[in-house]
């Protein structure tokens, strides 16, 4: 969320940084309705300070009279409930605008960083690197046709269970959806990540101050007899573990890594990805998660996107780093480091985690703070997956075939999947 105050004082600079999301933002009635609530605050203050005078003055009146319905004392009884009933009136206002100034910046999303790629869209996004080598030979297999013909899933009769765009694992994708798990649990866990397993239902305070609500409660499964929604990341329950809570600074920066199943309903995007692991309702994810100091986000930002790396180079898949241009940004992002793994059938790059860097956009929307010189200040927060499951093991089905239809499984997770190839049954 963006500083009010920010808004009020400097309203042109608001919409300046906003705009290089490569949209008009129009901040007027914020910054009017913010300059109609600092002026209730000064009229509340000063009634306030009136009637502390007018108190004292009663006492005065009261010390020095006999008679205690003195017209003078009664007169100045009614000035004094004049007083309380204008300021209980100026606080109900106030009470109402504040309601309505939180609402409509709330709809505002954060600041683009000024190191991030001025653009439009995903065109403009700029590749930073790439790491390991394309697999390329002929008559490749889609990780859909691999799956099918390895017996790994079934989405047809999943829809008989559920829907369209979910899907069942059998047997061996089972084995190595859990394999993926552990496996991206325990890497994390060495590199000093504290482990968490949130619930996978949570409630509408904790997608806002993530950033989720109000602006995609389409793209969320709501229950609609609870005040409760299923979690489309563990980014949401892992922002809203601190809310509402000063954090000693010596505990910075704290790194927590969570698995949760996730579940959106990806709005807007049919017609594409619709069969696969690609694009699913519901899918597994490895989040990882910092709070930390404000004057060391940016180092962070660098190093939580190095530990999703890791677990790309650890299995060998090929991929590359891109630098997300201001158009292209999440919500809550300043600045996203995206790694997009290589797909041999498609011969292209597919997002497979996002790292971004927040600032204090996620931690004013949820009150976590820390005491830096004695002052309290806003922390920052990151987070980047580490990684997305179905899509590493459509990476892995596709970059591991061989050609009599087996699938390679990459060194280091053998010893969690058990065996170096997935043979047909």
């Given amino acids: 969320m963006l500083d009010q105050k920010?808004?009020?004082?400097?309203?042109?600079?608001?919409?300046?940084?906003?705009?290089?999301?490569?949209?008009?933002?129009?901040?007027?009635?914020?910054?009017k309705l913010t300059l109609e609530k600092k002026d209730i605050d000064i009229k509340i203050s000063d009634l306030q300070s009136e009637s502390k005078k007018l108190s004292k003055l009663i006492g005065l009146e009261i010390s020095k009279s006999q008679n205690n319905n003195s017209q003078v004392i009664h007169e100045l009884k009614d000035k004094g409930n004049e007083f309380r009933t204008k300021i209980a009136e100026l606080e109900e206002k106030k009470r109402i605008l504040d309601h309505?100034?939180?609402?409509?910046?709330?709809?505002?999303?954060?600041?683009?960083?000024?190191?991030?790629?001025?653009?439009?869209?995903?065109?403009?996004?700029?590749?930073?690197?790439?790491?390991?080598?394309?697999?390329?030979?002929?008559?490749?297999?889609?990780?859909?046709?691999?799956?099918?013909?390895?017996?790994?899933?079934?989405?047809?009769?999943?829809?008989?269970?559920?829907?369209?765009?979910?899907?069942?694992?059998?047997?061996?994708?089972?084995?190595?959806?859990?394999?993926?798990?552990?496996?991206?649990?325990?890497?994390?866990?060495?590199?000093?990540y504290l482990e968490l397993m949130p619930p996978a239902l949570i409630n509408s305070e904790s997608l806002q101050g993530s950033g989720q609500l109000p602006k995609f409660s389409n793209e969320s499964f709501n229950c609609s007899n609870d005040d409760l929604w299923l979690s489309p990341t563990a980014e949401v329950p892992l922002t809203a573990f601190h809310r509402n809570e000063i954090i000693n600074t010596e505990l910075l920066p704290i790194k927590y890594v969570a698995y949760s199943p996730c579940f959106r309903r990806e709005a807007g995007s049919y017609g594409r990805d619709t069969k696969g692991l690609i694009r699913?309702?519901?899918?597994?994810?490895?989040?990882?998660?910092?709070?930390?100091?404000?004057?060391?986000?940016?180092?962070?930002?660098?190093?939580?996107?190095?530990?999703?790396?890791?677990?790309?180079?650890?299995?060998?898949?090929?991929?590359?780093?891109?630098?997300?241009?201001?158009?292209?940004?999440?919500?809550?992002?300043?600045?996203?480091?995206?790694?997009?793994?290589?797909?041999?059938?498609?011969?292209?790059?597919?997002?497979?985690?996002?790292?971004?860097?927040?600032?204090?956009?996620?931690?004013?929307?949820?009150?976590?703070?820390?005491?830096i010189d004695k002052k309290n200040q806003y922390i920052h927060t990151l987070n980047g997956s580490g990684?997305?499951?179905?899509?590493?093991?459509?990476?892995?089905?596709?970059?591991?075939?061989?050609?009599?239809?087996?699938?390679?499984?990459?060194d280091a997770l053998v010893p969690y999947y058990g065996s170096d190839f997935i043979k047909t049954i």
């Fill in 6 to 31: 920010l808004i009020r004082e400097n309203p042109r600079f608001v919409e300046e940084n906003l705009s290089l999301r490569g949209k008009v933002f129009n901040i007027s009635p914020i910054h």
């Fill in 100 to 192: 309505t100034i939180k609402k409509e910046i709330l709809s505002l999303p954060n600041f683009p960083s000024k190191d991030a790629p001025i653009g439009k869209d995903e065109n403009d996004n700029i590749q930073i690197k790439t790491w390991g080598d394309h697999f390329k030979k002929e008559n490749l297999k889609s990780h859909l046709e691999i799956g099918e013909s390895l017996n790994l899933f079934e989405s047809k009769k999943t829809t008989k269970i559920s829907k369209s765009r979910f899907i069942t694992l059998i047997g061996n994708g089972s084995r190595l959806e859990r394999a993926l798990i552990n496996f991206m649990l325990d890497i994390h866990s060495k590199n000093g």
């Fill in 280 to 371: 699913l309702h519901q899918f597994n994810k490895v989040e990882l998660y910092w709070f930390c100091d404000p004057s060391k986000s940016l180092e962070a930002h660098r190093s939580i996107t190095a530990d999703a790396e890791s677990i790309l180079k650890k299995l060998n898949l090929p991929y590359r780093l891109v630098d997300i241009c201001t158009g292209d940004l999440g919500f809550s992002s300043s600045r996203t480091f995206d790694l997009e793994v290589w797909l041999p059938s498609s011969k292209s790059y597919r997002e497979i985690s996002s790292c971004s860097n927040c600032l204090d956009f996620q931690a004013r929307r949820s009150s976590i703070r820390t005491k």
């Fill in 387 to 410: 990684l997305a499951v179905g899509r590493t093991m459509a990476a892995i089905l596709e970059n591991g075939q061989q050609l009599d239809g087996s699938v390679k499984i990459p």
